[in-house]
């Protein structure tokens, strides 16, 4: 072997191991309760606050704890209305950039999240894909303590807990009742989508709606088997197969007079 292949042999030999000590001293720090790797010791530092709880960072304005000063940051914008992130489509003001994110998809049209399981139906956000899969997985995850009844989405399970509480917790700014679902206001839209925040003034209209976001389709035509969201639509529908035509216009003859 020449002295220039062997020298060649020993510098690769070098590069190898100094790659080697690069990448395991990348993340040096290990988590003493799950064996996490970081590379920085704040970042291990901000882990472990998820095994301990710990939540240093207070806000001052309403008490609550965060475990990153970031979080806090975003939180504290909720209370001075600061929204530093805008669309440059439409000027909406977000608090997050990855609300921001989100909300351009309304604008763009993109659905980059795919029920690949089932029926290859897209979504826009990958929440609204979670709670579509559960229409056909039939998974309830959130169960009520009370009496066992479960549901494919929380904000469902609590609307359902005050049925055993007895919570009322909009109060009406028109006449102060609390009976929201007995009766309404022109213009009062208190029931507001977790998804979309669009706002709604009967619960029953909040649930119709949000079956857009979940895809789910519970009314099925009995003749064809084609599904629907809202019940009205399948009555709609179901007139293609019975002929009825409830809305037609009798058309009287005319009538002309000579004078």
């Known amino acids: 072997m020449s002295f220039s292949h062997a020298q060649s042999l020993s510098a690769s030999n070098s590069t190898r191991t100094s790659s080697a000590n690069t990448i395991s001293g990348d993340k040096r720090f290990v988590c003493s309760y799950c064996s996490k790797r970081f590379r920085c010791f704040s970042q291990l ?11 240093p960072y207070r806000c001052t304005l309403c ?3 965060y475990f990153q000063k970031g979080h806090l940051y975003t939180h504290q914008r909720t209370h001075t209305g600061e ?28 659905k980059p999240y795919t029920c690949t399981k089932f029926c290859g139906k897209r979504f826009a956000q990958k929440t609204y894909l979670t709670t579509h899969e559960r229409t056909h997985s ?12 479960s549901f494919s989405q929380k904000s469902s399970l ?14 009406c700014s028109h006449c102060g009742k609390s009976t929201l679902l007995a009766h309404q206001h022109i213009s009062v839209s208190l029931f507001e989508c977790v998804f979309c925040r669009r706002t709604f003034n009967k619960l029953t209209y909040l649930k119709a709606h949000m079956r857009t976001h979940s895809g789910e389709k519970p009314f099925v035509c009995t003749v064809c088997g084609k599904r629907f969201a809202q019940k009205t639509y399948l009555r709609i529908h179901q007139r293609t ?5 409830p809305y037609s216009l009798m058309c009287s003859p005319l009538v002309v007079f000579y004078i």
């Not at 530093?84 to 997050?96: A, H, N, R």
């Not at 609590?158 to 109060?171: A, D, Q």
């Not at 197969?241 to 035509?245: A, F, K, L, M, P």
């Open 83 to 110: 929204k530093p992130y805008q669309c440059s489509l439409c000027g909406k003001g977000f608090i997050q950039k990855c609300t921001l994110d989100k909300h351009l998809r309304s604008h763009t049209g993109e």
């Open 45 to 55: 530092t901000i882990h472990q606050r998820s095994h301990t709880g710990e939540k």
């Open 241 to 245: 197969h019975s002929g009825e035509r």
């Open 158 to 171: 609590n609307v359902h807990l005050r049925s055993h509480t007895g919570e009322k917790p909009y109060s």
């Open 63 to 65: 008490g609550k704890r």
């Open 138 to 149: 039939g998974e309830r995850p959130y169960a009520c303590m009370e009496c066992g009844k």
